[in-house]
């Protein structure tokens, strides 16, 4: 009798063991899935905590010179990162003027060109590094995974359009100083849509306006402030 008691008492204990072993891997299960889903719900607000800095970070000078700077060749480029005055069609005063919020006398024609003076190039010079530099740290929250790449890239996909000359400045930026490397978030970003779009991944509406290029869309971000540093040269 003794015998079977014990016995049955063991057996229970067992049972009690394997029932608190189950309720502590549920209860193991069930952390780790509050723990994604925290991590996930955070990525999601920096996210858009980047993408609140990015509007903020805009305005109507930045997008336009991003625009002026997409339609430049290559000697205007090296010009432009040099410092240097460069001959533009006159086809670009008026973009160029706007740019820099002057007038259009303020670039005199000659023939069928005019020419950008030193004073203007600075200032279209630092309007581009402002908008690489503001470019580049939303993409490195993405590159990083610190923020929801998938939200980032709803947003920033759209900035690339080669037909429609928005490559991220990629002809400036391979061109400056450091290349490709000193901004690296925005070219891996940039050859990563390149390649979904090739491999059919997804297709991206072209006729969406893309934040920061000064479209019309009642949406655009081309309105707002911008307060970047420099980083390249």
Avoid at 75 to 90: G, M, T, V, Y
Avoid at 97 to 116: F, N, P, Q, W
Wanted: with cysteine; proline share 4%; aromatic share 6%.
């Amino acid at each position: 009798m003794p015998s079977t008691i014990l016995e049955s008492a063991s057996a229970i204990a067992q049972i009690i063991s394997a029932i608190g072993i189950i309720f502590l891997g549920i209860q193991l299960v069930l952390y780790q899935q509050e723990m994604r889903d925290d991590h996930d719900r955070s990525r999601r607000e920096n996210a858009i905590t980047f993408l609140l800095e990015w509007a903020k970070g805009l305005d109507r000078n930045v997008s336009l010179t991003r625009k002026l700077v997409e339609q430049l060749d290559t000697e205007q480029i090296k010009a432009l990162r040099d410092l240097e005055p460069f001959e533009i069609s006159k086809d670009m005063r008026e973009t160029v003027a706007a740019c820099l919020d002057r007038d259009e006398s303020s670039l005199e024609i000659s023939g069928t060109t005019c020419r950008v003076p030193r004073e203007f190039v600075k200032v279209i010079k630092w309007q581009t590094i402002s908008y690489l530099n503001l470019l580049e740290a939303v993409l490195s929250a993405w590159r990083h995974n610190i923020a929801d790449r998938k939200m980032i890239e709803e947003q920033f996909e759209c900035l690339i359009n080669p037909d429609a000359h928005h490559t991220m400045l990629e002809k400036y930026r391979g061109l400056a100083q450091g290349g490709f490397k000193a901004l690296p978030a925005i070219h891996e970003f940039y050859q990563t849509v390149l390649k979904k779009r090739m491999d059919g991944e997804r297709h991206i509406d072209p006729g969406k306006p893309p934040l920061g290029t000064g479209g019309t869309h009642p949406r655009s971000l081309s309105q707002r402030r911008s307060g970047s540093n420099e980083k390249i040269r």
